[in-house]
């Protein structure tokens, strides 16, 4: 996000050329949202396949907490409030559920710190809750402002860890190092946790503050959710078969979105690439900062089937799109809004969540 709890004047939706005549011609959905919990100041929620019946809810504050058979469990599964700093865009950010997680019981957060840097850390679960001593520190990034730390985990289809580290903050960039590759800052960062030997590599790079992103779980295909400065948020693309390619430049902060902004020299090493959506901010409070979905792949919603959903933390609209071809088209307007959207969550079963910084958490319907 841009800020949780602050961020810059926004406005109405403005479709890009890519998508403008599907959107304006495309029919909304009858999606609904039924709220299923109520929990502090929630930033994200998740499930391991193997817990159909499961839901574990991220708290910005340090704690994880499980909704299980439709009830929230008093008793958190994850507490680190004490090694977390949290407020404005800092917290614990995300959970991702290893592949193995049945048999292995492991799951990975990511977190500032209490002087504010980002920490990824890997623990173990007794199956009931996790183990804090089995804490083992897999990456470190000093953070040089408190805005812009990314924060989300997914494992891909090729079985590793991803993780999104926003440009480190402040605004525009100011020490350019989303484009800087001796820099952790502004990257899709990658491990494979598989192997004890393996270091970090870069996956993706000229991202301003990729706070969500998500593999689609059919496709293997990548989208993220990049916010934006002052006027352009975005949706990145990149297929599966790219996972294995040098890392593609998504133009941050050399452009925002498909538009010029700040007059520096490009990293050359990987390809350029545009968002295959944007819109504009515009003049009122109502758009601000893109909070990026999952691709639906649940039985429930068969309309839904296939098309990306996406929304905005400031007005809480949420659309959706199909990615055809590496381009977004039928884009549309969804009929349900979530005010202060800060994630969307996906079950074990593929359906999925809206999560409301105000403390709803909702099934979509």
């Known amino acids: 996000m841009k800020r949780i709890v602050s961020f810059a004047a926004a406005g109405l939706l403005a479709v890009s050329a890519l998508g403008a005549v ?16 109520n929990a502090t100041s929630p930033v994200y929620a998740a499930a391991p396949r193997s817990e159909p019946k499961k839901i574990y809810i991220v708290e910005q504050a340090g704690v994880v907490r499980v ?29 991702a559920f290893d592949p193995g997680y049945a048999r292995n019981h492991l799951f990975y957060v990511d977190y500032t710190d209490l002087n504010g840097n980002t920490r990824v850390v890997r623990f173990r679960s007794s199956g009931r809750k996790a183990v804090l001593s089995s804490a083992k520190q897999l990456l470190f990034v000093r953070q040089p402002y408190a805005n812009h730390n990314g924060g989300q985990l997914q494992f891909g289809p090729d079985g590793k860890l991803y993780v999104g580290m926003g440009d480190g903050g402040s605004g525009g960039d100011p020490q350019n190092r989303a484009q800087n590759l001796s820099s952790r800052l502004g990257k899709l ?7 004890p030997s393996a270091r970090w590599r870069i996956a993706g790079y000229g991202l301003r503050n990729p706070w969500r992103f998500s593999f689609d779980r059919q496709s293997g295909d990548l989208v993220i959710g990049d916010v934006g400065q002052d006027s352009w948020e975005e949706i990145d693309f990149l297929a599966r078969t790219g996972l294995a390619l040098p890392p593609e430049n998504y133009g941050w902060s050399v452009y925002e979105g498909t538009h010029s902004f700040k007059n520096e020299p490009l990293t050359s090493v990987g390809k350029l690439v545009m968002p295959i959506y944007e819109y504009a901010h515009g003049t009122s409070d109502a758009n601000c900062s893109v909070t990026g979905g999952y691709v639906y792949r649940g039985k429930a919603l068969p309309g839904l089937r296939g098309r990306y959903l996406f929304g905005d933390y400031c007005s809480g609209e949420i659309w959706s799109l199909v990615v055809s071809g590496g381009q977004a088209t039928d884009v ?19 359906e999925l969540y809206a999560v409301s910084l105000n403390g709803p958490v909702y099934r979509i319907r």
Do not use: T, Y
């Open 22 to 37: 599907a959107a304006a011609r495309s029919r909304a959905s009858d999606l609904q949202l039924q709220q299923v919990a």
């Open 67 to 95: 909704l299980s058979a439709g009830r929230l469990q008093k008793a958190p599964f994850l507490d680190i409030h004490s090694r977390v700093r949290s407020g404005g865009e800092q917290g614990l950010l995300s959970i």
């Open 189 to 195: 960062l990658v491990l494979d946790v598989r192997k």
């Open 332 to 350: 549309r307007k969804e009929p349900i809004s979530v005010p202060s959207l800060s994630s969307f969550g996906e079950d074990a079963n593929g």
